[in-house]
């Protein structure tokens, strides 16, 4: 194809790995990783306060639950918001929405207020992440785009293990430990202004509201930081766009029309992702919101309980680091499947583990499957959907997965027998069915990210 006619997307998807994307990567995944942290913190405070405020199993629920409430309205709203205003206005305002309710959370001084805080939260940690996760998969080269989502993805283990390494240092301190720790979450605040300056914005997006100067801006910035001839960079003029439908170049593309997510050609492929994010997130949140208390049930005291977690928790990053690899080499969709049967056999052992080697051993092989699952399906979804719906398309499937896990930490007092064999069985069970979903899947490696 002649450089001169190269559309913007298509002069994205040819570059190489820069500079630039390196920055959009580390500054999306720093707020991705901030917000892992407030998620796994909860499950810190959940087992303190289960000691501090003597909580029952079911208060206990309502407090783990109650964010995913906020999460399931905030991803899908977060998602349409996305298509119509921009992945970097949402971005940086629901991280603003969550770290002041975050830190608010630490002034809660009683159950009902906590509650309520922990319910905002979590409509600006849902809007979050499906909009992170598009624009890096926009932006990415197209035989990069798998890993760099991954690698973003990465960054909620870097957050769970801040939180742990919080859990484990600062909670244990006092009886408001729990506060401190989430005193933090305030720094996403300050962290809401630099992403709103330092981000680009959607290439695709700014094009489908005919601001092509700013679109070409955004384009030529990553071309100048890739190490490519400057003749090449300089052939494609301005005002080359020639997406398909656009008329002649530059003109707006008729977007009256917005292909539904369940229209015959993508409800194979919405209904495929929505079983695989029902079920993640049922076992993962299940699994991983109560494994402070789960452990301290077993009989081991607040601070070994966290001990263990923190150890598991460090699993999470090989995971996601052989996700990263597969992901390309083998493709989207056998790296999802494998990793979530490996979740699988993994939930199995670990709730027939019955000594501190074993729990630790099979916790480990959890985190190191589980969350190289999540990693893929972040990858997968943004490339299901054409650009008009791509945010309402992932927004939907994450909205649609936090039903999930809202049920899930709700289910596990219900579940919980003395033993965990119950509870993990049936999470083991929820990782088999996402696994067989994929099948439903296409495979897109290495395939251009569709326009329409």
């Known amino acids: 194809m002649r450089p001169e006619t190269r559309t913007r997307t298509e002069r994205l998807d040819e570059l190489p790995f820069t500079r630039r994307h390196g920055r959009l990567l580390v500054g999306s995944g720093i707020g991705w990783a901030l917000d892992a942290m407030d998620v796994g913190l909860i499950s810190f405070v959940m087992a303190a306060l289960a000691v501090h405020w003597d909580l029952s199993r079911t208060q206990l629920s309502w407090v783990g639950s109650i964010g995913f409430v906020g999460m399931a309205i905030g991803a899908s709203v977060g998602g349409l918001l996305a298509d119509r205003i921009g992945r970097r206005q949402v971005f940086a305002a629901t991280l603003l929405v969550y770290g002041l309710a975050t830190g608010a959370t630490a002034l809660a001084g009683s159950l009902a207020v906590l509650i309520a805080l922990r319910f905002v939260v979590g409509l600006g940690l849902g809007a979050e992440l499906p909009v992170a996760s598009t624009l890096v998969s926009e932006y990415a080269p197209r035989k990069q785009r798998g890993r760099m989502v991954v690698a973003l993805e990465a960054f909620w283990a870097v957050g769970w293990i801040l939180a742990a390494l919080i859990g484990y240092f600062v909670i244990p301190l006092s009886d408001d430990g729990w506060r401190w720790a989430l005193a933090v979450g305030i720094v996403p605040t300050a962290y809401a202004v630099v992403v709103r300056m330092g981000l680009p914005e959607s290439v695709r997006f700014l094009e489908g509201r005919g601001r092509y100067a700013e679109a070409e801006a955004a384009v030529r910035s990553f071309e100048e930081s890739a190490p490519i001839r400057r003749a090449q960079r300089t052939a494609t003029a301005p005002h080359t766009s020639t997406e398909p439908g656009a008329g002649r170049p530059d003109q707006p593309a008729d977007d009256t029309v917005v292909e539904s997510i369940w229209s015959p050609r ?70 999802l499947a494998t990793f979530l049967l490996g979740s699988a056999v993994a939930a199995g052992l670990f709730g027939l583990a019955d000594s501190p080697t074993q729990i630790v051993a099979a916790g480990m092989a959890l985190s190191f499957f589980n969350l190289g699952a999540w990693g893929a399906l972040y990858a997968i979804g943004p490339e299901l959907y054409p650009t008009t719906v791509r945010g309402a398309g992932t927004g939907a499937a994450a909205a649609f997965g936090r039903i999930a896990s809202i049920i899930a930490p709700l289910i596990v007092p219900w579940l919980l027998t003395g033993v965990n064999g119950l509870v993990f069985g049936v999470f083991a069970v929820s990782f088999g069915f996402a696994a067989a979903a994929t099948l439903a899947l296409p495979e897109l490696k290495g395939q251009a990210l569709a326009e329409r």
């Open 266 to 335: 993508l409800r194979r492929r919405t209904g495929a992702l929505w079983a695989i994010w029902f079920c993640i997130n049922l076992s993962y949140y299940g699994a991983f919101i109560w494994l402070p208390s789960l452990l301290l049930a077993q009989g081991f005291d607040l601070v070994k309980s966290f001990q263990y977690t923190l150890i598991i928790t460090l699993a999470q990053l090989p995971g996601y680091a052989m996700a990263a690899w597969l992901i390309e080499a083998w493709g989207r969709r056998g790296t």
